[in-house]
């Protein structure tokens, strides 16, 4: 497992942008993928976007697709998540994620289940 401390939440107008930022405790290249997951309240913990280290092939949910973009730096052992033309729907609890563990299988990087390290959210507020 690695520790996962994300930043750069904030409340922000209907069209804007945001990028936040989770900064690893390991090199992110030891976990294997990096993810975005949401939660808005009452609801379940949603996937944004993963970004999987080896060949950087990237994942999004179709709600975020072609507006939110996730990049990974090694030598900060830092990920972000680019957030353009925001929504009053994009509000929530946004959760970095890695997966660090190898699985005898394919994982489904859109499941909450195949991470082992989460950190402890940012709050993003869109208002319309």
Known sequence: ????VESGGGLVQAGGSLRL????SAPTFTSH???????APGKERDFVAAM????????YADSVKGRFTI???NAKNTVYLQMNSLKPEDT????CSAL?????????YYSVREYDSWGQGTQVTVSS
């Open 21 to 24: 930022s989770c900064a690893a």
């Open 100 to 108: 660090t563990q190898l699985k005898l299988y394919t994982p489904n």
């Open 71 to 73: 990049s990974g730096d």
């Open 92 to 95: 929530a609890v946004y959760y």
């Open 52 to 59: 999987r280290w080896r060949g950087g092939v990237t994942y």
């Open 33 to 39: 993928v990096m993810g975005w997951f949401r939660q």
């Open 1 to 4: 497992q690695v520790q996962l």
